[in-house]
């Protein structure tokens, strides 16, 4: 049994070894590092080669098959929803909303909507001008709102559906979107709060510079705005019929005559495609070759994705061979644990090589087999693990990750004032996180 073991955590151990080493020093594409390990892994439980590509197929297809709508959909959303000009009416009507005073909170929450369906890099660049513009009207520093901005982004990324890691997650460990969404969105406030609050202490003393060229160019795009109602909608809409479809699965209301029809409007696949029905709404001067080009763009990057997703879809099939859960249990009693273990995991891969999606998609099946041993094998456990997983993703942000430089580039920042406000920020976001996770489970677990 101990030499089984160990063979089997060691072939673990180098399959993350393989993944850190190739996507953090030699900068390769997550989905051919995953692959690789793949394989590195397989050897070393030894398995035959032609079992080793099986399994590599079926785990990489299993996994699209749950998720490959959701989110080439998901990301089609949050393309029209830049290219509309919504994400900035959201910011104004946010800043109207709060006041000058309170500039960078509404930076901070539009950060918090616009994410819910828009990645936190795009959404970054498409809201950086209002970050200048807001920065200079309120007399704020950039520091402030750029990191406020940042972090309201960053953290409904690591914790919601459709966003790849959650969603990847959720599809591994058979977790119900719907309330996924809810709950994640839910603990994703105190996070961006976190985030927020620290980017005002630590960043208000900075000097500040404007770019007035930027600002009258974001100014000149302001003009052409949906309204308010039209901007939030396409966002308001998938999120109710997704989480009213998860109601009625786990409620009485099952038993109603018109269940089938929300069930059916509220299948993420559903939702999201009204959702961009509405956003294609938003603007009436579309043209067919700019509606093209941005449904081609949005299968393009979401096809970048998928091929991650599948990878670790096909990664986690390769550790399922194996029963090192059960092991693990035995020798280092994980059920005193619990939550704070699919964090820690996370954490360490996302700390060191640095993308929020790949730390969750790798961690997610090396954790599916300890569900049990860890008390965390029923409904609400394994939503709470991706959470767990999820606050894991946010710390640390640093230099290796390809956000932490779309910040400093777009904003002008200086990397020592990025690690010391932003870089800490993700630190407090995922504690902030892991505690409320735990608070949770006092009452659902």
Not at 290 to 315: D, H, M, P, T, W
Not at 348 to 353: G, M, V, Y
């Amino acid at each position: 049994m101990n030499h089984l073991f160990l063979q089997e955590f060691m072939a673990l151990l180098a399959g993350l070894g393989v993944i850190i080493l190739l996507t953090a020093k030699f900068h390769l594409h997550a989905f051919f590092a995953l692959l690789i390990a793949c394989f590195i892994t397989g050897l070393g439980l030894q398995m035959p080669l032609a079992d080793i590509i099986n399994v590599t197929k079926e785990g990489f297809g299993n996994i699209l098959k749950s998720l490959g709508l959701i989110i080439v959909l998901g990301t089609c959303l949050g393309i029209l929803l830049e290219q509309s000009g919504s994400t900035k009416a959201m910011a104004n009507y946010i800043l109207k909303k709060v006041g000058k005073k309170n500039a960078s909170l509404a930076l901070s929450l539009t950060g918090f909507v616009v994410g819910l369906p828009v990645f936190c890099d795009s959404g970054y660049i498409v809201l950086n001008g209002l970050n200048k513009s807001f920065s200079q009207k309120s007399g704020t520093s950039i520091v402030v709102m750029s990191v406020s901005l940042a972090t309201g982004l960053y953290a409904v990324h690591c914790l919601v559906p459709p966003h790849p890691g959650a969603a990847a997650a959720a599809g591994t460990l058979n977790v119900d979107f719907g309330k996924l969404i809810l709950v994640g969105s839910l603990i994703a406030i105190p996070s961006m709060l976190v985030g927020h609050l620290w980017a005002v202490l630590a960043g208000r003393n900075t000097i500040q510079r404007h770019d007035d060229a930027g600002i009258e160019e974001e100014e000149k795009v302001i003009s052409d705005e949906p309204s308010a109602l039209k901007a939030f909608l396409p966002i308001i809409v998938p999120i109710l019929l997704i989480s009213l479809s998860s109601i009625i699965k786990t409620t009485a209301l099952k038993q109603a005559a018109w269940k089938d029809l929300l069930l059916f409007l509220g299948d993420p696949v559903i939702a999201l495609s009204i959702g961009i029905l509405l956003a294609l709404a938003t603007k009436k001067n579309w043209g067919r070759n700019q509606v093209n080009f941005f449904l081609k763009e949005a299968a393009e990057k979401a096809g970048g994705i998928l091929v991650i997703i599948g990878a670790g879809g096909a990664f986690g099939a390769i550790l399922a061979t194996a029963k090192i859960g059960n092991h693990l249990n035995e020798i280092f009693a994980l059920e005193h644990l619990g939550l704070l273990f699919p964090f820690l995991v996370c954490s360490l891969i996302k700390t060191a090589q640095g993308s929020s999606t790949v730390a969750i998609i790798t961690t997610a099946p090396i954790l599916f087999p300890l569900l049990k041993p860890l008390g965390l094998d029923s409904e609400n456990g394994r939503m709470l693990a991706v959470l767990s997983m999820g606050a894991g993703s946010m710390m640390v942000s640093h230099a290796n990750d390809a956000y932490f430089w779309v910040i400093t580039k777009f904003s002008g920042l200086e990397v020592k004032t990025m690690l010391k406000v932003y870089s800490l920020a993700t630190v407090f976001m995922g504690l902030t996180t892991l505690l409320m996770v735990y608070f949770l489970s006092l009452f659902l677990l």
